[in-house]
């Protein structure tokens, strides 16, 4: 079993910057591949970056991509998305989720083994 705890989420202003963190609680953390997620009120979960247990694979969707920053220290078990240019329409309840599979861009929400309590993020305008 594999706990992951965000943190690092807040109120910022249009235009500004945050990093969110995620700790996990894994001995064999550089073997996760480790995913962002949002979800908004009303809307569905939305995939926002993912890398690959080493570092050194990343990708993201359009709406991200450019602003958003993926990274990980495998020596403190801890994922970062670092949101740079934030708009309002990226306010959302972030997660973090691991997966114990090879990098893969394209998996699915629901194939991620464990996931995160969530950190909101609010961007006013």
């Known amino acids: 079993q594999v706990q992951l705890v965000e943190s690092g989420g807040g109120l910022v202003q249009a235009g500004g910057s945050l990093r969110l963190s995620c700790a996990a609680s894994?001995?064999?953390?550089?073997?996760?591949?480790m995913g962002w997620f949002r979800q908004a009120p009303g809307k569905e979960r939305e995939f926002v970056a993912i890398?690959?247990?080493?570092?050194?694979?990343?990708a993201y969707p359009d709406s991200v991509k450019g602003r958003f920053t993926i990274s990980r220290d495998n020596a403190k078990n801890t994922v970062y998305l670092q949101m740079n240019s934030l708009k309002p329409e990226d306010t959302a309840v972030y997660y973090c989720?691991?997966?114990?599979?090879?990098?893969?861009?394209?998996?699915?929400?629901?194939?991620?083994?464990?996931w995160g309590q969530g950190t909101q993020v609010t961007v006013s305008s």
């Open positions: 890398i690959s247990g080493s570092g050194l694979s990343t």
């Open positions: 989720a691991a997966i114990r599979r090879p990098y893969n861009p394209y998996v699915k929400s629901d194939e991620y083994d464990f």
């Open positions: 894994t001995r064999t953390f550089s073997s996760l591949q």
